[in-house]
């Protein structure tokens, strides 16, 4: 077995959150994310999976924790509170407008693009995890039409 082999891909993304019943709300109403899977004994952890995809790739994972520790760290590079997870939107513009019909807090208050140019901004979730959104496809990607998404 080569080494290209041995991780062929993201299993699950573990978001940590200090209220699960509220983070579920936010992760289903805001980006859309299906619930498949929900531990009510506890409620203390909660998977996701993106819409239209089977389980496992990748799912994203919220953990109820006292701990004040977040995904995002200061990038001194650029000067801003850089995302962990960038999610993909074909209609950054669309996006960006759900997102503050919601009062998410993003890092910019205009998106403003031309035809066919790449971009993406930050937004935080409730506990202020750091994530981005972005219009760019990478070499081998399939692209998904979501256009009807943020109808809500």
């Known amino acids: 077995m080569t080494q290209s082999f041995i991780v062929p891909r993201v299993a699950t993304i573990e ?7 509220a983070a579920i709300r936010w992760y289903d109403q805001i980006l ?14 909660a998977m ?6 089977p389980v ?4 994203i994972y919220l ?7 977040r995904l995002r760290f200061y990038n001194t590079n650029r000067g801003y509170t850089q995302s962990i997870i960038d999610f993909y ?16 807090q993003t890092n910019r208050e205009t998106v403003a693009l031309k035809p066919g140019e790449i971009s993406g901004f ?7 995890n750091s994530f981005g959104a972005t219009n760019a496809m990478h070499e081998g990607q ?7 998404a943020w109808a809500y």
């Open 15 to 21: 978001i940590p959150v200090s209220n699960l019943k």
């Open 32 to 45: 859309g994310l299906e619930a498949v899977g929900v531990y009510e004994d506890c409620w203390t952890e």
């Open 48 to 53: 996701f999976q993106f819409p239209g995809k």
């Open 56 to 59: 496992g790739v990748p799912t």
């Open 63 to 69: 953990v109820q924790t006292d701990s004040s520790e």
């Open 89 to 104: 939107t074909p209609d950054l513009a669309a996006f960006h407008k759900h997102l503050k019909s919601h009062d998410v």
């Open 122 to 128: 930050g937004f935080y979730d409730l506990d202020g």
């Open 142 to 148: 399939e692209e998904r039409q979501l256009a009807d």
